[in-house]
């Protein structure tokens, strides 16, 4: 499946962002989807993940009640609602899946087997 990221930008602390991931290539609905974020100097780390239904989501603790995780099956697409941002969001955001037979939550990057190309996301504060 290829996954094209988009809605990244520069925004002021407390601002909003929507991140979108359209697939295209395969079912969508066959893949956990979820979105990671790498600082510079950090290593890739996890945000959120939604299930292939829908019916199911997780998030890290630093992005809890803030960001939310959402998909349209019938637009292949997932969606990541990013609210009361702060500088410390400021990464490069990839989206990426991972088969359903797979575990969820997934939160380490090795058990997606699709990645996007990456979307920056800018805090200033």
């Known amino acids: 499946v290829q996954l094209q990221a988009s809605g990244g930008g520069l925004v002021q602390a407390g601002g909003s962002l929507r991140l979108s991931c359209a697939a295209s290539?395969?079912?969508?609905?066959?893949?956990?989807m979820g979105w990671f974020r790498q600082a510079p100097g950090k290593e890739r780390e996890f945000v959120a993940v939604?299930?292939?239904?829908?019916?199911?989501?997780y998030y890290a603790d630093s992005v809890k009640g803030r960001f939310t995780i959402s998909r349209d099956n019938a637009k292949n697409t997932v969606y990541l609602q990013m609210n009361s941002l702060k500088p410390e969001d400021t990464a490069v955001y990839y989206c990426?899946?991972?088969?359903?037979?797979?575990?969820?939550?997934?939160?380490?990057?090795?058990?997606?087997?699709?990645w996007g190309q990456g979307t920056q996301v800018t805090v200033s504060s």
């Open positions: 990426a899946a991972s088969y359903r037979r797979n575990d969820f939550p997934g939160q380490r990057p090795d058990q997606y087997h699709y």
């Open positions: 939604i299930s292939w239904s829908g019916g199911s989501t």
């Open positions: 290539g395969r079912t969508f609905s066959n893949y956990h």
